[in-house]
């Protein structure tokens, strides 16, 4: 006989997700978290801190922008230190009611780091100094990332910053390299930018935010090169020196050499499954590459221990941590209870955003995504310069772009680089959810004048009906 029906390995937004629902399922749960602090990464150094600070920086940003709009703001500045205790205020709010969640009393909750001893006993070294051995009938590895550090000569030894580091800082430095293009390297390069930062960005691939349409990239980096930005893509990084308070960067471009210096240097390579010390070979759960491998229903390669979130991916992002969470732990139940009609992910409606300013958005297919698929697909877009409710806010970078099946005209994606594109594209979302085509999608009553009346134009270009919208 088990200590336990299900054991869940880290307490995030994973984590949480599974134990609240296997709870809720009957199932007797235990949450093992090895934080020193309680929140997982999205509350304590991911999202929520990052967009405290983001927050200012826009308001900031907007102070500068008053005479376009008839205003005078003069004499503004900022002070660092009062944006971290925002930040630090708002953050400790959110992670004393996450606790408060973990400690409801529907699942047991312990501190401690857990590793697998087999397939279905748990060490835990607690954090009070002591050890406990449990048993579980199933469980879930939901142990996140840590941030990487690619083997580039000289990084390791740069003191480059992390994002851990920015969300933290009280002094904003004159200028800063950003390596990396990933959606932490811009909008902690947004960040800087707006509180007067001259920001270098080094990316590796020909485009800003590997993986969104190269339009949709294309649009933001001009966006950013108008605010300042320097931007060098389609580099190789050769090395990093550190010398006094200089951080000098060499980097290839299109075969030539090229070095930029500057105080601060912050490494935005990536992240990488939390995997350390978890003994996942004695249970026989198998990686594949950096991330634990896991099928459509969640499952490791030991059909009764699941994963879900950073530490198997294929999307690090929150909404799919839960719902990858949410079907494992729906999943367990059912195998527990000796079934193996196992509920499978759907991706059809994943959802990408980065908060920049513009910022960029995305749901479903992207262009290469549906080429790939062998999906004949049409798209249309409509740029914000020429739309009345973004003139009137001054808010002319960007565009948003529709993609649907050719022949049925079902909606399939969408991308947005402008304007409150992260809610912009939720109206997209709700589409796809019905499976709604472009026409019935036109149809759809809009208020004027607002910003997501822009959908009616593409809409209106794919729609199976050409008389819609003309
Ligand atoms: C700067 C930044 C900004 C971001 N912004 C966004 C955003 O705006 N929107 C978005 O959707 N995503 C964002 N993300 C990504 C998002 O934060 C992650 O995808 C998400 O938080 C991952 O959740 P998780 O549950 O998988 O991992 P985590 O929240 O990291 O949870 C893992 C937990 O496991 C615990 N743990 C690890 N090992 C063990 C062990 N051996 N035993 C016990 N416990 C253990 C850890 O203490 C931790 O609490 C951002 C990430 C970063 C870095
Ligand atoms: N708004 C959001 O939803 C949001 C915000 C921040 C982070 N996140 C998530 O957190 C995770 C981490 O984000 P990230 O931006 O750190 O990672 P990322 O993997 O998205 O980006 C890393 C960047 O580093 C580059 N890179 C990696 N190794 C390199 C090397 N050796 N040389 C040169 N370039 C190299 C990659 O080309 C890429 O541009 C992502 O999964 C992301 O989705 C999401």
Redesign the pocket.
Known sequence: MSDYDFAV???????YAAARTAASLGLKTIV????KEVG???IL???MP??SLIESANRFRAFGQAREFGLRVTDFSYDATEIIARKRRLIGEFADYRREQLETGKFEFVR????FLDANTLHVDLLDGTTRTITTRSAIV????VVNVPSVPGLAESGAWT?DDVLELTTIPPSLIVLGAG??AL?MAHYFASLGTKVTIIQRSAQLLTGVDPDVAKELEHALSDRGLEIHTGTTLVKIEREGDLRRITFEKNGATHTVEAPALLNALG?RP?LA??GLDKAGILVEGSHIAASATQQTSQPHIFA????CGPY????I?IEQAELAARNAAKVLAGSDLLEKIDYRLKLY?V?TEPQVAAVGLSEAEAAAKGVEYLTASYPFNDHGKSLIMDELHGFVKLIVEKHSREIIGASVVGPHASDLIEEVVVAMRFRSTAGQFALIPHYHPTLCEIWTYPASDLAEDASVGS
């Open positions: 390995i880290g307490g995030g937004s994973a984590g093992l978290d090895g934080g997982g990464l999205c150094r991911g999202c990052s967009k401690g780091k857990a590793s939901a142990t996140g990332s994002s959606p932490v909008e992240r939390h010390h978890l879900a979130g950073d530490c690090e992002v929150v909404h941590a955003a908060f």
